[in-house]
Every structure is written in C-alpha cells, then in structure tokens.
C-alpha cells in the first residue's frame, strides 16, 4: 500500500514568512508523529499526535511552531514568522497503535530553506 | 532528556570487509530500531529490538539488543556498495511514543 506522503517536497521561503507542510499518514494509522533533521544530525522529536489531538509537543521549539490534525488523519505543520535557523528537513512518521513496538515509518521529507 | 551515542559517526570501507557500528544509552530501552537513509529520503526501517540478549539478522545485517537494553550494534558481513547511506540508530524509553534518535553513521563502501 501507499507510504507516507508529504508536501511539498521543497519550501524556500524568506525570513519572516509563514509556511504550511503538510502529511499523509499511512491509511489507518491512528499515530502521527513530526521530526525535525538538520544536516549531519539524527531526527529530533517535535510533536505526536494519537487521532485528532496532540497527545505529546513537547518537542516544539517555540509558539511560532503549531501543528494540527483535525480529521485524525492528514497532518499540517505549520511555522510562523520563520527564521534562519529554522531551515532543516521536516520528516512525518506514523504508526498503527496496535502495531509492534511502536514502529514508525516515515515519508521522504520537507526540506524548508529560510533565505 | 534521554541521549543516544553512535559510533563511530563516519566510516568509509572496502566492499567485501566487515564493519559494526554502535549505539549506546544511559538508560534502558524500551525497544530500540535501527533505520538507514539514503540523500533527499526519509529513514527506513530496518528492524526493532525489544527483549534484551536478542538477535536479529537480515541478510549480511546482524542486529544485537545488549543484554541490559542499554546498548546495541549493527554488524554488516562483506559489505557492498549498495549498503552505503545514513544508518540510525532510534530508541524508545518507558512509555513515551517518540523516538530518541543517534546522531547516526555514514557508511561509503567503496567498490
């Protein structure tokens, strides 16, 4: 069956501006989880979702970053007035919580590049 | 906040040599996965881990839970070009759902 998806698969965007990524989970996956990779560096924990509501933001850098589910499905982050620093590839997982062991299995990515 | 070591952090490798790479943790794991990515994709699921002293193989790939489930390795037979990519180590602690993951090995197998 199909993976996870996530669009676009690039975002160059300017210093200031706001930005949606957005995810499609694996069909029946009730868990959702966002990561956030900079270069040279494993995937950092941000946000998890179990159906509609964030169970878990801890992750989050800061409230210019938000995320929302609201079907229990696709997923939307979304990052206001971005930064520099802010550049960094955003990966989606999902997982069935039924499943093993909470296995996760991800899509290809969002690389963001704030100019 | 719990931390994962990985190492070594570069390896580069005749195809055909052995190599092992390692993950360690100050605490116990809860399971431990081990993925692999390649450029401009996401990781891929390789295998999980959960019972301590477990082995698991996938074809040259031998994957070890440490008997504590604190530590694990991955030890690759005659490696090939193909096996070449980002492998990470990500580990689960109590009951949290999010993946702690290493800083990861990039592994170049040299033809």
């Known amino acids: 069956g199909a993976g996870v998806s996530q669009t676009p698969s690039n975002k160059v965007t300017e210093k200031g501006k706001y930005v949606e990524l957005r995810c499609d989970p694996i069909?029946?996956?009730?868990?959702l989880y966002w990561y956030r990779q900079s270069l040279g560096q494993g995937p950092e924990f941000l946000i998890y979702?179990?159906?509609?509501?964030?169970?878990?933001d801890s992750g989050l850098p800061n409230d210019r970053f938000f995320a929302v589910r609201p079907e229990g499905s696709v997923s939307t982050l979304k990052i206001q007035r971005t930064e520099r620093g802010d550049s960094a590839v955003y990966l989606c997982a999902s997982s069935s919580t039924g499943g093993s062991y909470n296995e996760q299995f991800f899509g290809p990515g969002t690389r963001l590049t704030v100019l | 906040t719990q931390l994962l070591e990985q190492s070594p952090q570069f390896l580069s490798i005749q195809e055909g040599e052995n190599l092992t790479v390692y993950c360690n943790s100050s605490s116990v794991f809860s399971s431990l996965q081990w993925y692999r990515q390649e450029p401009g994709e996401g990781p891929v699921l390789l295998v999980t881990v959960v019972t301590g002293g477990e082995v698991k193989k996938l074809k040259r790939l031998t994957f070890q839970f440490g008997d504590a489930r604190k530590d694990s390795s991955l030890h690759i037979t005659a490696a090939q070009p193909g096996d070449t990519g980002l492998y990470l180590c990500a580990g689960g602690f109590g009951s949290a759902r999010q993946l702690t993951f290493g800083s990861g090995t990039q592994l170049t197998v040299l033809p």
């Open positions: 979702f179990q159906g509609t509501g964030a169970a878990d």
């Open positions: 069909s029946g996956h009730t868990a």
